[in-house]
């Protein structure tokens, strides 16, 4: 019989690439899955095994986790205007989730998708929430087995905040919205979905929050991603931070008038200026023997042209 592995935030970027490949490698997923989007796509959805809830329902989420065998927690807010929005869904919700998987007469192996945004809690709400997320799964993990992923900015087919810079690049314009000289490390979804389900299979008790990146070791400059997907000829064209945090103040006030969630935010440009998003993938391949394999210039491909294939 098939091992089942509960998966919250099934219907985001990571999340849906996580579902199939928790699927390839033969786990019963049973996915959480907001009212609001199950409305929307019954047709598709009505051979698939899901609960209906949210991370604040303390019931849905009890019969999500009933009897299984892993829970790997990946839903978030990643947009949204206050702490306490942030709060909500990811220092309350991993809380929530934590205490009920940990309560089970036999508990669950447990992943936290958390970010490498925990690492600079006093950057944005985001960040804070992440790295208080983290702190209320190591509260209410209990005997279970644990590990928290802190991955860097991820990438690939359908997500909507990269998709849109490398189409940029590949028209031969570099859109530079950080610093010169700030560094980042990157990750293709497959290798974040890769290591997570690496984990459960074989991953030993953790109980750590590990790091992880494509391999590039040392991170991009924005002008190597440039180079690297565009080829020496892409224009830079840099954003300036005064018209970031002027378009972060006016989408803020907006945001409070039409009551939508924003994404560009006073938070949101501190954390894309800050000069150092690099990690490091030797605890995690010590731990797992993960290693990534999936190039930026090939992922880029692969997000840019997901039905082309390698020759
Ligand atoms: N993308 C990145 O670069 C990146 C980097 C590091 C870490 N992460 C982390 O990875 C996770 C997934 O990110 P993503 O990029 O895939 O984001 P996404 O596309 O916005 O997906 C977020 C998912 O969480 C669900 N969700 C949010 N709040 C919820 C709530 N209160 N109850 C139930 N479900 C809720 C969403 O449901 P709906 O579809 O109904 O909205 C969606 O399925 C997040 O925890 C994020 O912090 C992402």
Redesign the pocket.
Known sequence: MSRIVAL????????QVLWRRLEEAGWAVRA???P??ANRHRDELHHKKFIE????DEERLSALVDGVDAVVH?????RGLDRAQFQ???VE?VGRIARLAASQQRPPRFVL?????AREPTLSAYAWS?QQGEVALQEMAGRMDWIILR?????GPH?R?TLPLFQWIERGIGVQLGERHSRFSLLYVDDLTAAVVMWLERGPHAGLALELHDGHAGGYSWADVFELVGGKSVIRFVVPKAVLSATASINQALARIFRYDPILTYGKVRELRHPHWVCDNTELTKLLGWEPSISLVEGVRRSLHPDERVS
């Open positions: 919250t935030g099934a219907t985001g970027f990571i999340g959480l899955i907001r609001s989007y809830g949210t991370l604040q990946c839903a978030g807010r990643v909500e869904s990811n919700g998708l958390s970010s490498l945004a992440k991955p860097p900015a991820v990438y997500d905040a």
